[in-house]
């Protein structure tokens, strides 16, 4: 019994045990083989697969079954295939070269045609020599050894192709590079000279906006002097005019503004340089919102050493109505206000050339007043106009001794060259303006012109002055101010005088010349940088500032001339 146990119990375990080595090995060899017929039908695959050869016009083939094909070849250690693909990848390299140079070349527009027409007949051999049907079925197509003369042949015709292009690149490398160089500096210039041309723009704004705005010591100095009327009216009584106003031996001046310290400015510094101050007359003229501080100035700051001052307002000169001044009449139109007070912020700086001219005191009568002289002061022979903005640094009495012959007003003239003449003033376009005036005809400036109102009123310049002004109510023969209708109305009536009574320029120019300046009777700040602005040229200022008297109280108060 023991015998048959021990017996059943070691056949079976052996048994078992043979089971399990016989399986182990048979899955072994199982694996073997599907790893084997992998392998082979891999192989299969790659060597009966026909090889495709594409074509293009710049580039050799890199890339696809024969590329493939002739790697699996290179690694059977066939020298000739792997030297083959050096040849075909440093061709490659240089066609890639040759086209980059060749479309910077068209890039930039070069008028060099024979080098790009070079540069893409290179590229196109590159491309050709191995389609020949020599080199395609000798090396390309070919499922056997490479045959190794026309390897070499071919080698040959690759490196002399090779070597024209290194040639041809070393030549052309410098003068595109600076081409590039030079294309990159113009649209760099051409994105600065946007940004300039933008800046002028917003700075012509500002500046408009600058000269326009009241300084906030001028407010301030009118609101003390409205305060004093006020609280003192019994000071500020109205007294009548003096005889001196109307007699016409003394020596008159106009001055026509609304800048209260501007016209003491002028007034001392005529006053201070006369030799004979007590034979001076002033007639200012301002409007009604001014009239009040203008008055209580000069009555808190009478005028030195005997000189007279007489202040109207606008209004006091019953004549000055819209049924008789065309500028008044035209200021009620709809269309012409609308051209002022509709000129929207956004497209303010959108025409920097007219924007000066959207400034409403182009059609203030203050502005226009210099054309009513002889209406204005009737008894008078002879008058000096001064604007608000000169400085006077020499006795001017002898304006009134200068001869001018016949001719209406004296004026300093200003062109030089093709500048500041007529047509510069007027729109020559008109058959009216290009009929009646020589474009080349010379211009001449206000701010001080000595006027003879005897013979203003045998010219009747005032009735000229108002045909031509009824003629631009459309703005077609001039823009706007007073400089163009001047210039027609006084045309062939006008006297030259020497430019050392009048130098102009002290409100925009900083390169007159010093000695112009303390040579010239009149210095005048004309242009955006009044001497009372903050934004004043620092080396003209204090001429102005010279003048200012500041002894009186408000002007201390208010700041002036800091």
Not at 162 to 168: D, Q, T
Not at 379 to 395: P, S, T
Not at 547 to 558: H, T
Request: glycine share 4%; with cysteine; aromatic share 12%.
């Amino acid at each position: 019994m023991a015998v048959a146990v021990r017996g059943s119990r070691g056949g079976g375990g052996s048994g078992f045990g043979g089971f399990s080595l016989r399986s182990f090995f048979s899955y072994r060899i199982f694996v073997s083989a599907m790893f084997s017929l992998l392998f082979i039908a891999t192989l299969s695959v790659l060597f009966t697969t026909n090889p495709s050869t594409p074509h293009h016009d710049s580039a050799l083939p890199t890339t696809g079954n024969a590329y493939m094909r002739r790697t699996f070849l290179a690694l059977n250690s066939d020298p000739l295939k792997t030297r083959l693909d050096l040849i075909y990848k440093q061709a490659n390299d240089h066609v890639t070269l040759v086209n980059a140079y060749a479309a910077y070349a068209r890039k930039l527009k070069l008028e060099i045609s024979r080098q790009m027409r070079m540069f893409d007949d290179l590229a196109s051999n590159f491309s050709n020599l191995q389609m020949k049907p020599s080199y395609r079925s000798a090396l390309f197509e070919s499922d056997g050894p490479l045959d190794e003369d026309v390897l070499r042949h071919f080698e040959k015709e690759i490196k002399d192709k090779v070597k024209v292009a290194r040639l041809m690149i070393a030549e052309s490398k410098e003068n595109y590079d600076n081409q590039l160089k030079i294309q990159k500096l113009k649209d760099t210039i051409f994105a600065v000279n946007e940004l300039l041309i933008k800046a002028k723009k917003n700075g012509a704004f500002a500046s408009s906006i600058a000269a326009k705005s009241i300084p906030k010591s001028l407010h301030c100095l009118a609101m003390r002097l409205v305060e004093e009327r006020i609280s003192h009216p019994e000071k500020y009584k109205e007294e009548e005019p003096s005889p001196e106003f109307e007699d016409p031996s003394l020596y008159h001046y106009a001055i026509f503004s609304d800048n209260v310290i501007a016209v003491s400015v002028v007034i001392r510094s005529v006053v201070n340089n006369s030799d004979e101050p007590w034979k001076h007359v002033f007639h200012v003229v301002t409007d009604r919102m001014n009239l009040a501080p203008m008055k209580v100035w000069f009555k808190m700051r009478p005028v030195e050493r005997g000189a007279y001052v007489e202040v109207n307002a606008v209004e006091d000169f019953a004549f000055l109505n819209s049924s008789y001044v065309p500028v008044l009449r035209q200021l009620e139109s709809s269309k012409l206000q609308k051209f002022y007070f509709e000129n929207r912020a956004e497209n303010a700086t959108t025409d920097t050339h007219n924007m000066k001219y959207r400034n409403p005191k182009y059609l203030s009568m203050l502005n226009h007043l210099r054309f009513y002289l002889p209406e204005m002061y009737p008894k008078l022979h002879k008058i000096l106009f001064l604007d608000d903005d000169v400085v006077v640094q020499k006795d001017l009495t002898g304006l009134w001794k200068i001869d001018l012959d016949g001719k209406v007003n004296g004026a300093v003239e200003t062109c030089f060259g093709s500048f500041h003449r007529y047509a510069q003033y007027l729109n020559f376009s008109h058959p009216l303006i290009r009929e009646r005036f020589n474009p080349r005809a010379c211009a001449w400036a206000y701010g001080m012109n000595i006027f003879d109102l005897d013979a203003w009123r045998q010219e009747k310049c005032t009735e000229q002055y108002h045909y031509w002004q009824n003629l631009n109510e459309d703005r077609t023969l001039w823009k706007l101010g007073t400089l163009p209708p001047g210039l027609i109305t006084f045309y062939s009536t006008t006297k030259s005088l020497d430019k050392s009574w009048h130098v102009l320029g002290l409100g925009y120019n900083p390169s007159i010349s010093m000695d112009e300046i303390r040579n010239a009777a009149v210095i005048h700040y004309n242009g955006n940088m009044k001497p009372w602005l903050d934004i004043a040229m620092n080396q003209y200022k204090k001429l102005w500032t010279y003048y200012l008297d500041n002894d009186m109280e408000f002007v201390q108060m208010c700041n002036f001339g800091l």
